[in-house]
């Protein structure tokens, strides 16, 4: 890898709220630190980097705070692609401010980098895609059966009985296809930013007679780092998690971490079930889609590792078969 090497860096919970947190503003400043630390440091090595972000808990937090403006003051909910949008200034905001200090403390800004910016990104999603004829990702608060026929009735929400216990509304989450902002944002790394994009996986828009409308979904944020990563022929895809490794046979007494796959390898130890479906799955798919598009390294690994993994000395590193 050359020095002036891209990476796309997506951050997972872990980079605002760590186990046992109870998800104070102090509890995102800290954790938020901690990944401007990786950031700062990868700026120091030389590489160029853009960031992603994921918003799965900051959704269900807006949809709580929803719900008890509706309840007290009859206030009505914002749609999920607003609450999206919500979530990426929230976010973006923490993120740019903390690594604009970081790079600040260490020299970095004004020097390699000129500025740390977030992009409010839009993800065009297919307006058949299979998960809106059946929605399985849970967002929000938990109700008995008779207040979610309510909401269901206000809303047009749907409904569906966690196996946790009560009925929680479950939303499509669409496979991401591409960034509506993808040139503005490769325009502004060209040009030496540092630029936070995809948050939350981005919002879900579609196409509709030309024109662009958001859709009740959220998306996933691995799948959506991939797209911006191939689009932006990004050297690197390093998605920085809460765990050191992907491992087979995870949480059994034989978990065995994995260090370097191939393609082929991934695939198959995906196509086996090793990586559950709402956590290490998309990762290790993303992983495959961005070697199968082109790119030549994705890691996984712990949020605090950056720069380890990428010196090949943590984390699981995917690569291309070799020809
Ligand atoms: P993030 O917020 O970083 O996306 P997730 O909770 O979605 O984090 O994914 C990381 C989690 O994936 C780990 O904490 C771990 O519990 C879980 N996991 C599931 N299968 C595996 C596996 N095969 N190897 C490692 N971790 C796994
Ligand atoms: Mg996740």
Known sequence: MTSRSLVVVAFGGNAFQSKGDRGAAEDYWRNAYIAAEAVAKLVNEGYRVAVTHGNGPQ?????????????LKGTPPMTLDIAGAMTQGWLGYILQQAIYNKLREKGLIPGKVRGVVTIITQTLVEPNDPSFKNPTKYIGLWYEKGEAEKLSK????????????????VVPSPDPVAHVEIEAIKRLIDEGFIVICSGGGGIPVIEDRNMLRGVEAVIDKDLAAERAASALHADILLILTDVDYAYLNYGKPDAKPLKRLTLSEAIKYYNEGHFASGSMGPK??????????????AIIAHLTKALEALKGESGTWIVPDTT
């Open 59 to 71: 959704v269900g937090v807006i949809a709580e705070w929803m719900m008890l403006g509706w309840r």
């Open 154 to 169: 206000e809303f047009g929400w749907v409904f569906k009985p966690d196996p946790r216990g009560g009925y929680r509304r």
């Open 284 to 297: 290790v798919l993303a992983a495959i889609r961005f070697i199968q598009n082109g790119g030549k390294l």
